[in-house]
């Protein structure tokens, strides 16, 4: 049975910094790439940044240069770093191994001051 466990969200300050962590089970891990997904009440859910199995990443131009994504397939989980954090960051966060329809719960993010 695959899970997906996003954690790591909360409320934070513009500006400021969070981590996410996405603990997969169920699942060779180190044979997919990773994609973190967010959905801002009203939107659609969209692709915020994607790690392949070798490394490799590519971010949504709205949070290229503030966000990091990076995996550590010995802890099968995959990071989201998030800083200079904006108002329109405010969604909830999931992950999703590529080419997959496995999501978790997802974790939320509220940037407000």
């Known amino acids: 049975q695959v899970q997906l466990v996003e954690s790591g969200g909360g409320l934070v300050q513009p500006g400021g910094s969070l981590r996410l962590s996405c603990a997969a089970s169920g699942i060779r891990f180190s044979i997919y790439g990773m994609g973190w997904y967010r959905q801002a009440p009203g939107k659609q859910r969209a692709l915020v940044a994607r790690?392949?199995?070798?490394?490799?990443?590519n971010y949504a131009n709205s949070v290229s240069g503030r966000f990091t994504i990076s995996r550590d397939n010995a802890k099968d989980t995959v990071y989201l770093q998030m800083n200079s954090l904006k108002p329109e960051d405010t969604a909830v966060y999931y992950c999703n191994p590529t080419g997959t329809t496995y999501w978790g719960k997802g974790t939320l993010v509220t940037v407000s001051s």
């Open positions: 790690i392949s199995s070798l490394g490799i990443t």
